[in-house]
Each structure stands twice: as C-alpha cells, then as structure tokens.
C-alpha cells in the first residue's frame, strides 16, 4: 500500500489504496514507519507525502474492526503516535498534498508535516460525532491552535468538513491550489528546498518545535535563534551563501 521512490534529493511516499480512500490498517502504518526509516537511511534533502485516487487519507481502516474487542490504545498510542512523532522530526523539509478525505489519522499525518498544500477538493474536520468516537492524532491541538475552541467544538459536534479554501483561510495549513495543479505545486516546492539550505531549514524546523513546545517568552526566544545562528556559521552552506552573495551567483548548497 505505501510506496517510496528517491530522485534528485527528494523522497516521494505515496499511499496507495485509492479503493479503500487510502484508509490505514496496522500493516499500512507499519509500512509507512518503514518508508520514513528508509527515507532518512537514505539522506534525502526533501520528502513529500501524497495519497493516490480520490483521497489523501480517510483516516483508519475499520472496515473489519469489532468495536467490543478493538485495542484502540494499542493502534493509537503503539502505532500511530510513533510514526507522528518520527515524521514530525524527520531530518529535512516536508510536504504533503492534502486533497480529497483527509480525516483522523490521515489529518494527523498532515499535522506531523512541515508545509501542507491543499486542493480546493479537500475536506477536513471532524467525522467523528457519526461514529461515537472523538478526534485524535493531534486534533484537538491543531484546531484549538489555529481556529479556537469555539469554532473547534462547532466542527466536532456538528462534523462539518472545511473545504481546503476555508481550511488554509483558516490558517490550519499553508496554501490552496485548483485540484490539477496541488501535486505539481507541492513537488516544485520539495525540489526547490531540497536544493536549499537545508543545514539552516532544519535548525528553523527545531527551533520552531522548541519554542512551541516549552512555550518561550519572546526573549528567550530570541536567545535560542541567536545561538543557532552562531552554529551555523560553521558549516559550509553558511560560507557558500556568503560566497555566492559576494560574487553575484547562484548558491549551491550541499546541505552541511
């Protein structure tokens, strides 16, 4: 169900069982852990994440689950949680192409994304309030954040899906493209990074973490960046910058 192709940096995950709108079961998570592993074995530069058909993801695969005997915790907190996290601190800059379903863990994996590019097909919230069940996957956290609790709990309790145009209005993720052109905007978008300075992108990447998650006050904010400026200016990139800004040419950056 999940494929891995490497081309010039980049890492290309596809979910791949369009039938079932690329809903997950264990084995499926397993095998998207294991491409993320190889990903990373392999040192891309960049890694977009994209689901084939219809959909993105329409969250897990129930299709065969007896809700009586269901180890909800064991998928949640043994499978899925694992993998968010992984993705989250994957070594380089992601993207991922939301278009279609993009529901419970499949918005839980949009979460665990660098930059998310939606389609105007895009459908996005809470389904949940059909089936018993609550959010999941760092949804409770990602609406709260972005949208409020007031307009959180009007998605949960009624299910309504944003359309991707109202979910990047919303500021939930990054921008909205016509459903022929979300792909090739998002892969552009990798190829360009992946060329980057990534070395730099990444230090961003943590210290947006950092500042999240021991929510810093603005100075000490500012304390962390100025010392991740200063390790930078070891590496090579930095020097490479500099060189080509001088020179009036094109940087080529190697990612060190």
Request: aromatic share 6%.
């Amino acid at each position: 169900m999940i494929d891995l192709t490497i081309a010039d940096d980049v890492a290309m995950i596809v979910l791949d069982a369009p039938s079932k709108l690329n809903a997950l079961d264990e084995r499926a998570l397993a095998e998207l852990d294991a491409a993320y592993v190889e990903a990373e074995a392999a040192g891309v530069r960049a890694l977009v994440l994209r689901g084939e058909g219809r959909a993105f993801c329409a969250g897990r695969d129930i299709s065969g689950v007896d809700p009586r005997d269901d180890d909800v915790l064991g998928y949640l907190g043994g499978l899925v949680t694992p993998l968010l996290q992984r993705m989250s601190r994957f070594p380089a800059p992601t993207f991922a192409v939301a278009h279609g379903a993009c529901l419970g863990v499949g918005l839980g994996l949009l979460i665990a994304t660098d930059v998310v590019y939606v389609a105007e097909s895009a459908k996005i919230g809470s389904p949940f309030a059909a089936l018993g069940a609550t959010l999941d996957s760092g949804g409770h956290a990602l609406f709260l954040d972005r949208l409020g609790a007031h307009k959180t709990l009007d998605l949960i309790y009624t299910g309504r899906l944003m359309s991707g145009t109202e979910a990047v209005a919303s500021g939930l993720f990054s921008r909205v493209f016509p459903d022929d052109e979300v792909v090739q905007a998002t892969t552009d978008a990798a190829a360009a990074a992946a060329r980057g300075a990534t070395a730099a992108f990444l230090a961003s990447k943590e210290l947006l973490a950092r500042i999240r998650d021991e929510r810093l006050a603005l100075w000490d904010a500012v304390g962390i960046e100025n010392a991740a400026q200063a390790a930078l200016c070891d590496t090579d990139d930095y020097r490479e910058g500099f060189a080509a800004f001088q020179e009036k040419r094109r940087p080529e950056f190697r990612g060190r």
